[in-house]
C-alpha cells in the first residue's frame, strides 16, 4: 500500500502509549490500533485533527504516500 502510517513514529516523540493517545481523543484502543498498524482503509479528518492536536504534529507527520513503482 503506497500510504504509510507513522502514528507509532510520533506516539514514540511525546512518549505516548496507545492506550494514553485512546483516552484523549476518544478512539478504542482496537481502532488506533488498526490506524497505527496500516490496515486502517479510511481515516476522517475530524479524527486526523484530534489525533494532531494531541500529539501536537501535522497530518503528514502522521501519513505519507510512498511510490510503490520506485521501490526496489
Do not use: Y
Amino acid at each position: 500500500m503506497p500510504i504509510i502510517v507513522n502514528l507509532d513514529v510520533e506516539m514514540a516523540k511525546k512518549k505516548m502509549t496507545l492506550n494514553e493517545l485512546s483516552e484523549r481523543v476518544g478512539i478504542t484502543p482496537a481502532n488506533l490500533s488498526i490506524l497505527k498498524t496500516g490496515k486502517a482503509k479510511a481515516i476522517r479528518f475530524s479524527t486526523l485533527e484530534i489525533i494532531c492536536r494531541e500529539l501536537n504534529c501535522q497530518p503528514g507527520d502522521i501519513l505519507e504516500w510512498v511510490d510503490e513503482e520506485k521501490q526496489p
